[in-house]
């Protein structure tokens, strides 16, 4: 009986790795099509990543909230924190990126992730991409309040609160608290942040986004700032 106990715990194992790297896989097209694109354009070396989730593949206007910044967003689909680190040799690594935006978080709660989970995940992106660059800044933008998944405000507050902690056990990681600006005074995700959908944010939600993130890049992303012309820096 014991060693049937085992085997069939071995088995468990093994089938929950395999569908774990079956989930990672179904992003591959969206991987594919970053290397292509920086095949037939290849993006500047030492700049502001943004990498995540959808959050990040919508926020379109990087370029004109971070002015003077280059800046390369590997936002994709409906990923977790882990695809993220499962695809890093791919869409971290040939940047050598000056410094690391992370947004992800809110998809793996709902996904059935504990808070728990989702630091230690953020941990495992940090040790991968600082296996590369071990003094690459990284700041982790906090899981936003939702209209879509209010009912996963409890898990959204104790993940924030776990990886704010562990990113203060960590050099050179910071946390981004966004949370406090998107809600009501009762706690309630502010509704004209956001589209129809009630889950992705509309320029005034990512206005308040640049707030957290603009001060951190100007402490942290000197090797990615743009130089200007002397007639630029005269505008």
């Not at 995540?52 to 919508?58: D, K, L, M």
Request: glycine share 6%.
């Amino acid at each position: 009986m014991k060693r049937l106990t085992i085997l069939l715990t071995l088995l468990f194992l093994a089938f929950g790795a395999a569908a774990k790297e079956n989930d990672h896989a179904k992003w591959e097209p969206d991987i594919q099509a970053f290397e292509a694109s920086d095949k037939a354009a290849p993006p500047p070396q030492h700049a502001v990543l943004f990498i995540g989730s959808s959050s990040i593949r919508f926020w379109k206007t990087l370029d004109t909230d971070f002015p003077g910044y280059k800046v390369i967003n590997r936002g994709f689909g409906g990923s977790d924190l882990d695809d993220s680190t499962a695809f890093a040799d791919r869409i971290v690594r040939p940047y050598h990126p000056a410094a690391i935006v992370v947004y992800a978080g809110d998809n793996d709660l709902q996904n059935g992730d504990t808070p728990e989970q989702v630091r230690d995940d953020f941990t495992a992106f940090v040790a991968k991409v600082r296996s590369y660059d071990p003094q690459v800044p990284i700041a982790f933008i906090s899981i936003k309040p939702s209209i879509a998944r209010v009912n996963l405000l409890p898990q959204i507050d104790l993940a924030n609160q776990l990886v704010r902690d562990q990113a203060m056990k960590e050099k050179g990681v910071a946390f981004l608290d966004v949370a406090p600006a998107m809600v009501d005074a009762n706690g309630q995700p502010k509704a004209d942040l956001f589209i129809e959908d009630g889950l992705h944010m509309n320029p005034k939600g990512y206005a308040l986004w640049v707030a957290q993130v603009k001060p951190w890049l100007a402490d942290h992303a000197m090797a990615a700032q743009v130089k200007q012309s002397p007639n630029e820096a005269t505008k």
